[in-house]
């Protein structure tokens, strides 16, 4: 993958601490390609220069050139340990405190996987499972200076702060955090970390509209529930919890 100068040998062992980095430069989707990587039973981080059929949530095409940071980290919960929406806000917490430790930048989740700056989205996450394996795919706008028309709402960490930014830092940092955050997770469930992701909500207290392939709901989030789901009060009184969804702020 072009990165902006080779990468250091300590920064490339402090990544092996947490899994095996296979640095690629294009694939389909780097989630597939952890997922194809189960067998060998090890945690792998899988980053790519580009991907060709690189996805998002809904099966949405995601955005991404030479200036993203691309990745999926492949890990194998214990049974029950993380189900997939509580996997995705803990490593949006992840991504949230390494974009803050690198930049100074405070990021915020807008539930369930997008992380966002300003109403402008800088990150997705898209976790994906495989028997015991699931694949937490990132995608981070690092480095862009302008987006394509097809997506008006993106942003980048160097249009907030007017600089680039080194993307296997910023991947080292999330590792750190989220391996972190998963030794919290065995030991004392997901409402230890629950509180941090409730303090970086972009949701809470807000009137938003929750899109399903099924159904639109509109009313506000009170509140996550111990499990991350979303708590709404609807326009018409009653009390929702949603464990999934697309949400868009209303005003
Ligand atoms: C979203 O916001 O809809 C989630 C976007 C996730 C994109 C990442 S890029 C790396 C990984 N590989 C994929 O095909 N998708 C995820």
New binding site residues.
């Given amino acids: 993958m072009a990165t902006e100068t080779p990468i250091p040998g300590e920064l490339l062992n402090r990544i092996a601490a947490y899994a095996r980095l296979h640095l690629l430069d294009t694939v389909p ?3 597939d390609y952890a997922l194809n990587l189960a067998g060998s039973r090890e945690p792998a981080v899988v980053v790519a220069r580009q ?1 060709t059929r ?4 809904f099966r ?1 095409r ?1 955005f ?1 050139d030479e200036d993203s940071l ?3 980290l492949l890990i194998f919960p214990a049974p029950g340990a993380a189900q997939a929406s509580g996997l995705t806000q803990i490593s949006g917490l992840a991504l949230c405190r390494a974009i803050e430790e690198l930049t100074g930048l405070k990021p915020q989740i807008r539930w369930p ?2 992380i966002m700056l300003q109403n402008r989205k800088l990150a ?3 976790c994906e499972g495989r028997r015991d394996a699931v694949a937490i ?3 981070v706008n690092v480095n862009q200076q302008s987006f394509p028309d097809s997506v008006p709402e993106a942003g980048s960490i160097r249009l907030a702060t007017g600089r680039a930014w080194d993307r296997i830092e910023l991947l080292e940092r999330f590792l750190a955090d989220l391996f972190r955050s998963l030794d919290q997770l065995r030991t004392s469930g997901f409402t230890g970390l629950l509180d941090a992701i409730k303090q970086r909500s972009l949701v809470i207290n807000r009137r938003v509209e929750v899109r399903t392939a099924l159904r639109r709901r509109v009313g506000t989030v009170l509140d996550l529930d111990a499990e991350g789901r979303i708590v709404l009060r609807t326009d018409s009184g009653r009390l929702e919890v949603l464990n999934a969804g697309q949400v868009r702020h209303l005003r």
């Fill in positions: 989707s780097t989630n991907q690189g996805r998002g949530r949405r995601w991404a691309i990745f999926s996987n997008d997705g996450i898209l795919g990132v995608g």
